[in-house]
């Protein structure tokens, strides 16, 4: 897509190229204004994951981390177009590129700075850490580059009239398509990293080249600057220019549509992404599919009314909700992955697409662009932070997807009021009917729930159940992830390890062989249940890092393991790497490293700098088990690769499913360089060899991509562990 074509029709009778319309200079601006739009859209999607990935090992890697890192995104976007209003409208438009240039310099500056970041984060309160630490690192370029899209539209506007005044034409309509053209490039940048960037660019690289880019965009953004910004006299919605009847002032109760619709769009966004990470598969770069449809319908809904055939949206949007709805109403039901993800995203596209597209139709006159984009831009805002940041607080359980469907049926009927009677008397009970599923929903989760918590890092239950055969017994859930289950129907039930922990298991024969019979020192990463403290004996330790502070009270209170091991039980609080760093040597026989987020080992805990860690905390022939069951990641030639550049060997253990022991199907890599333990014979007939991969890069604190190791048939099978 060329940049000027993006400019037709912007007129109320011709495009750019029309010699009634602009001189040949105007044009040549209209490239200048198109590239910095560009550039800036596609730079700040480009910096979010950067940004995003920098900050995750310092928090334990867990997914809250990207939604607060969202809720920063949104809310700076506010600031930005907050300053954009605030220098358009109350600025004199001689001072304005002056202001804005003076902000790029510093943007500038901050980002030189910044070419080598080592920021610092406190589990204690992991929301302050990232909205601190991401203020530190791009917190003025985020701004700044928020900023240019309303402002440069405000400006743009403001130069065509002035242009348009001098030829005698009518002046155009504001150029809405600007935005569409912005989150264009917003989108193509969101593809372009996990395919691109991530995975043939190092963190370092990738950030020298976000640097030049930055430059590049200040120049053209100086470049507009120096070429002015249209006449000395008011344009915008500046108080001292009397409303015409040609622009009107927006209502009140516009205003009001303008930031529920956006609110709307940008709730749907995180609830549904978090929805499909955490109950429906926990599939690593899921995430990129929801935020690509939500930029998507922006450049739909904005490239003009004719991109948005209204007739169909609002009949196909009862069905969508009505479709979802009913699929969560039973959140413990299995659904498959083939047809739930589809479904989801499918919903979110049409919802999206109305909320932008009733945004477009009442997009506002020339005068108060930098205004409509500011409540935009709010919307977005309190959309991220109700989910980001008040859910977890109001709820126990994960129901603001349930509540975002009431919330857009509620304001379909605000906004198809006038369009049908027959609206009036369907959305409002569409409303009701989907206030119903909530109920639903937290009576599901109240079944068989004897404890259910929330916080920042997302929500647990623990169920208790029977069977005729093993009694009562109880499971420790996040999302739709078990992480221990334990049987109290007798003593003896009650002191095995289960789930992924059997004696068959590979951190089973690890902790059975290592040490023949000797007192033991084991580094456990990850508490759940506290499952393996079942293997303590007397004279053992067993110190667990774990950064959830619930998830100890739960394996303290709930279950019995920790308080019933024979072994001396340390638990270490807050991230494991972080905490080992901080340590002397551990000298532990074996470190099982059983950290999830989601349903994969954090990345920063199997970097070639992690291995170096654990190396230092282990007794000469330790093991390190990597509990690497995932039915999307093929991570055993990552860890293989880290064995070599260690000078380790590595072996695959993977353990079948047995329902009389509680077993459920594993896979554990053994790192360690004692060849003895390896060839003892319990060891040597479950371990099986990694093919090594030529094409796989190591992985460093600098260097990790998910996308060669996905497992895209994994994607169409169930997930319930």
């Not at 809720?71 to 600031?79: A, G, I, K, R, Y």
């Not at 130069?159 to 155009?172: F, I, L, M, R």
């Not at 372009?192 to 190092?202: Q, T």
């Not at 906004?415 to 206030?435: E, S, Y």
Request: with cysteine; charged share 15%; glycine share 6%.
């Amino acid at each position: 897509m060329k940049f000027p074509a993006i400019f037709g029709n912007l007129g109320t009778s011709g495009s750019f190229s029309s010699p009634c319309y602009l001189s040949s200079l105007m044009r040549q601006r209209a490239i200048l204004y198109a590239a910095a739009i560009f550039l800036s859209s596609s730079l700040l999607f480009l910096v979010e994951p950067m940004a995003g990935k920098r900050l995750l090992p310092l928090l334990g890697g867990s997914s809250a981390v990207w939604i607060t890192c969202l809720v920063f995104f949104q809310t700076t976007l506010l600031l930005g177009y907050l300053c954009a209003h605030w220098i358009a409208t109350k600025l004199p438009h001689a001072m304005q590129p002056m202001v804005y240039g003076l902000l790029l310099i510093a943007s500038l500056v901050q980002v030189a700075l910044n070419l080598n970041p080592h920021p610092q984060a406190s589990t204690l309160r992991p929301v302050w850490s990232v909205l601190s630490m991401l203020t530190a690192l791009i917190g003025l370029p985020f701004l700044v580059l928020s900023a240019t899209n309303s402002l440069l539209q405000a400006w743009f506007s403001r130069a065509v009239k002035d242009v348009a005044g001098s030829t005698n034409a009518t002046a155009p309509t504001p150029p809405y398509r600007l935005f569409a053209l912005s989150n264009l490039g917003s989108l193509l940048a969101l593809v372009a990293y996990p395919a691109v960037v991530e995975p043939y660019f190092s963190l370092r690289v990738q950030t020298v080249a976000w640097s030049m880019g930055f430059l590049v965009f200040v120049v053209v953004c100086g470049a507009i600057s120096l070429s002015g910004t249209g006449k000395d006299q008011p344009v915008q919605d500046n108080p001292a220019t009397p409303a015409t009847p040609e622009t009107p002032e927006p209502a009140p109760a516009d205003r009001a549509l303008w930031l529920l619709a956006a609110a709307c769009g940008s709730l749907l966004l995180s609830a549904v992404t978090s929805h499909l990470s955490l109950n429906i598969a926990a599939i690593p770069l899921l995430w990129i599919i929801p935020l690509t449809i939500y930029l998507l319908t922006f450049v739909i809904a904005f490239g003009g009314e004719k991109f948005y055939p209204r007739w169909l949206v609002v009949r196909l949007l009862p069905v969508a909700l009505g479709s979802v709805g009913y699929l969560i109403a039973n959140p413990d039901e299995d659904v498959a992955i083939k047809i739930a993800v589809p479904l989801f995203c499918a919903t979110l596209f049409i919802a999206c697409l109305f909320c932008h597209g009733e945004l477009y139709r009442r997009r506002p006159s020339p005068r108060y662009t930098t205004q409509y984009y500011l409540l935009i831009a709010a919307g977005g805002a309190l959309g991220s932070m109700f989910v980001g940041i008040w859910a977890p607080l109001i709820f126990r359980g994960s129901y603001e997807l349930a509540w975002s469907l009431v919330y857009t049926a509620a304001l379909a009927a605000v906004l198809m009021w006038k369009d049908h009677f027959g609206w009036r008397l369907f959305w409002p009970a569409a409303a009701i009917g989907l206030l119903v599923v909530v109920v639903l929903q937290v009576r599901v989760y109240g079944e068989n729930t004897i404890v259910q918590v929330r916080s920042f890092y997302g929500t647990l239950r623990v169920t208790e159940d029977s069977t005729d055969d093993a009694g009562m017994f109880r499971t420790l859930v996040h999302g739709n992830i078990q992480h221990g289950t334990q049987f109290f129907g007798s003593d003896e039930f009650r002191a095995d390890p289960t789930t992924y922990y059997t004696h068959n298991s590979g951190i089973g024969l690890a902790l059975d062989n290592c040490c023949n019979g000797r007192t033991r020192r084991v580094g456990a990463v990850g508490l759940g249940a506290g499952t393996l403290a079942a293997y303590g004996k007397p004279g053992d330790v067993f110190r667990f890092y774990e950064i959830n502070p619930r998830v100890e009270i739960i394996a303290n209170n709930v279950f019995t393991y920790l308080r019933e091991s024979k072994a001396t039980i340390e638990i270490a609080h807050g991230d494991a790497r972080l905490s080992m760093e901080a340590e002397p040597p551990e000298h532990y026989d074996v470190i099982a490293v059983d950290a999830f987020s989601g349903d994969a080992i954090p990345v920063h805990l199997i970097t070639a700098e992690a291995i170096q860690l654990y190396q230092r905390h282990l007794r000469p022939g330790g093991i390190i088990a990597f509990h690497i069951s995932n039915q999307y990641l093929d991570l055993a030639p990552v860890v293989q690769a880290q064995a070599d550049h260690a000078g380790l060997h590595a072996v695959i253990i993977a353990s079948p499913e047995d329902e009389e022991t509680g077993a459920f199907a594993s896979d554990w890599v053994l790192v360690t360089a004692d060849e003895k333990f390896l060839a003892l014979p319990s060891v040597s007939e479950a371990s099986a060899e990694i093919t090594p991969r030529r094409d796989l890069r190591l992985w460093t604190d600098d260097y990790s991509s998910l996308l060669p190791i996905l497992n895209f048939n994994g994607a169409a099978k169930s997930e319930k562990h």
